[in-house]
């Protein structure tokens, strides 16, 4: 399953484009990552965002960034997974999605900020790129929780199989 999330991540980074206000664009990736975290849980959810998200680096050619995404987007999942669990992890519950949602992707501007500035050496362009990654983290945040709740029946008919 993780391998499946992994590669669903990968193909919504690279495939699905976000057209954001001001130009530019984000992508579904986060959308399919928090879902990955909902339903793996902190752990696997970290491979399979991490890794998925690494990947379509590597793919679309930004391989600077593929090592600060490994990291980024995997303590992202973990953060999402670990407060959804704290919350009950309720796939029908828009506020448990939402604040786990709000939180993983929290960790993902913050370490986005953080590579740019420290291993980039970006300086202020990395505070400018703040506002793209909040914006592609509301719209991971918003997707992920219309998506979860689409699939919940399928999400809980997996944890029953797993229990």
Same mark, same amino acid.
């Given at each position: 399953?993780? *391998?499946? %999330?992994?590669?669903?991540? =990968?193909?919504?980074?690279?495939?699905? /484009?976000? !057209?954001?206000?001001?130009?530019?664009?984000?992508?579904?990736?986060?959308?399919?990552?928090?879902? @990955? @975290? &909902?339903?793996?849980? /902190?752990?696997?959810?970290?491979?399979? *965002?991490?890794?998925?998200? =690494?990947?379509?680096?590597?793919?679309?050619? &930004?391989?600077? &960034?593929?090592?600060?995404?490994?990291?980024? +987007?995997?303590?992202? $999942?973990?953060?999402?997974?670990?407060?959804?669990?704290?919350?009950?992890?309720?796939?029908?519950?828009? !506020?448990?999605?939402?604040?786990?949602?709000? $939180?993983?992707? #929290?960790?993902?501007?913050?370490?986005?900020?953080?590579?740019? &500035?420290?291993? %980039?050496?970006?300086?202020?362009? $990395?505070?400018?790129?703040?506002?793209?990654?909040?914006?592609?983290?509301?719209?991971?945040?918003?997707?992920? #929780?219309?998506?979860?709740? *689409? %699939?919940?029946?399928?999400?809980?008919?997996?944890? +029953?199989?797993?229990?």
């Amino acid at each position: 399953m993780a *391998a499946v %999330l992994a590669a669903l991540v =990968c193909i919504a980074t690279i495939v699905i /484009p976000i !057209p954001l206000p001001g130009g530019g664009y984000a992508n579904a990736g986060d959308i399919v990552l928090l879902l @990955a @975290a &909902y339903v793996l849980g /902190p752990g696997w959810g970290a491979a399979a *965002a991490g890794i998925g998200s =690494c990947a379509a680096d590597l793919i679309l050619g &930004y391989s600077a &960034y593929a090592p600060g995404t490994l990291v980024v +987007k995997a303590l992202d $999942a973990v953060a999402a997974g670990l407060v959804f669990r704290a919350l009950g992890g309720r796939t029908r519950s828009v !506020p448990a999605l939402a604040v786990s949602g709000a $939180a993983g992707e #929290a960790v993902m501007v913050l370490g986005y900020f953080g590579y740019e &500035y420290l291993i %980039l050496n970006s300086g202020a362009a $990395a505070a400018v790129g703040m506002i793209p990654n909040l914006l592609q983290g509301a719209a991971g945040v918003i997707g992920s #929780a219309l998506l979860t709740m *689409a %699939l919940s029946k399928v999400i809980d008919g997996i944890r +029953k199989d797993e229990a």
